[in-house]
């Protein structure tokens, strides 16, 4: 696990910086919908985790919800850095580079240690650990637009 | 990765066996929602492994892609266990359940074959077995109600 997770931590690195020049050639709505399809990912398994901890799905799984998280927030990092505006990201995003990708990297890796402590210890081990690496809502508070009721 | 994809699959051998007893808790439109999330992160994958193929999406990160699909396979089986209709299943998931699931454990090893070729080998030497991994549509066609136009 732990090398999976450095394996998924170089190449989300190395992607970072070889990026701009590949997705120039995307238009921006198709990195738009490709960074949607990342945070559905994350959303969906932020759920099925905690459900795991509320007795409404198989406590087993809290594992394999730690592991995926870890990589999707690999994943996002790579999918927010070209600067396209739009979907449901505000403008603060790429306004506030520096901010951002460092938050996205805290997230990364403290999923990535979420899953390596949970493979190792299981839920229990892992949960102390949940709130400081879901911290999906102090970053949607700043860089998502509001969802609409 | 082999490692981390023999433990997935050995976890969610496990879970399957004791799936029953914990299910039995929780309420049918928790079971219903969980999968419904499991199935919602393997589309999003699917999506955002294909626009890294299309130009659409950095091609670095169709290891990671092939990596959550793995494991979010092993998540789908455990979670279509419980025997509770509804949602955008079709009572033949249950009905044919031999068949379901064998398809479903098919679906978990050729994905998890797809990911270790990936990191191997990367995109290109993956996606000659796309095809055979990403068996989607051949199961919604018997197993998912026909989606709202």
Redesign the interface.
């Known amino acids: ?1 732990t ?2 997770l450095q ?2 931590a170089g ?2 690195f ?2 970072a910086l ?2 701009p020049a ?2 120039r ?3 921006p709505d ?2 738009i ?2 960074r949607k ?2 945070m ?2 994350l959303g ?2 932020a ?2 985790l905690n ?1 795991t901890l509320q ?7 809290f ?3 730690a ?2 998280l870890a ?2 927030a ?2 996002a990092l ?2 927010f850095t070209p600067k396209v505006e739009g979907g449901d990201s505000k403008p603060e995003v790429w306004a506030k580079w520096d901010d951002f990708s460092k938050k996205m990297k805290e997230f990364a890796a403290n999923t990535a240690d979420l899953a390596k402590t949970a ?1 190792a210890g299981g839920a229990a081990a892992a949960q102390p650990k949940m709130q400081g690496a879901l911290t999906c809502k102090g970053c949607h508070d700043t860089y998502r637009q509001p969802l609409k009721k």
Chains 1, 2 share one sequence.
């Open positions: 696990m090398r999976l394996f998924a190449l989300a190395a992607a070889t990026l590949i997705v050639a995307s238009e198709d990195v919908e490709y399809n990342i559905k990912t969906a398994q759920a099925a459900a007795g409404k799905a198989p406590a087993e799984s594992t394999l919800h592991q995926v990589i999707a690999s994943e790579i999918a493979e």
